[in-house]
């Protein structure tokens, strides 16, 4: 996992669909020029990729399963609000029912036990890879509250990784 402010991405060199991706996400974030109030809710197609815009609450922590990918990374960003982000190393764990490679989801239950835990608020950006199993949208300190946020997809084969 990744985590940045977004006026930091292009120090990632992952190549065109991270560019694209990233400039779209960054008309979004705080001082971007485009406007929350013309960001519709729904999927965003992109060359190499696509965005899920969402307003939805936070959850509580309890209950909520972590997950993992395997042909897309996501890049995950806060336009309003604030989350907390659980991130986990995939190996050793083993998945809660059969992966859906049509949605390209997979759940793991129990929870890690190690974990790392982010605060996402607007500005900052998550870029999570298929070996990262991962808790979004959890309520800050327990309390759920309303979130709106960019849900971004990259193809993993088309990111340029070393």
Not at 14 to 20: D, H, K, L, M, T
Not at 43 to 50: N, R, V
Request: hydrophobic share 45%; aromatic share 10%.
């Amino acid at each position: 996992m990744i985590v940045d402010h977004i006026s930091n991405w292009r120090r990632y060199g992952f190549g065109p669909a991270w560019e694209q991706m990233m400039c779209w996400l960054e008309n979004y974030a705080p001082g971007g020029s485009g406007s929350l109030a013309g960001l519709k809710d729904g999927t965003h197609p992109l060359a190499d990729g696509f965005v899920n815009v969402a307003t939805l609450a936070s959850r509580p922590l309890s209950g909520s399963l972590y997950e993992c990918h395997k042909r897309f990374c996501d890049v995950q960003m806060v336009v309003e609000g604030q989350e907390w982000l659980f991130n986990a190393a995939t190996t050793g764990l083993t998945l809660n029912g059969a992966f859906d490679d049509q949605r390209d989801i997979g759940f793991f239950q129990p929870a890690p036990a190690e974990v790392s835990r982010v605060t996402l608020a607007p500005g900052t950006f998550a870029l999570l890879f298929p070996w990262d199993a991962h808790l979004p949208a959890i309520a800050v300190d327990g309390v759920p509250a309303p979130l709106r946020k960019c849900v971004g997809k990259i193809p993993l084969e088309a990111l340029r990784l070393s």
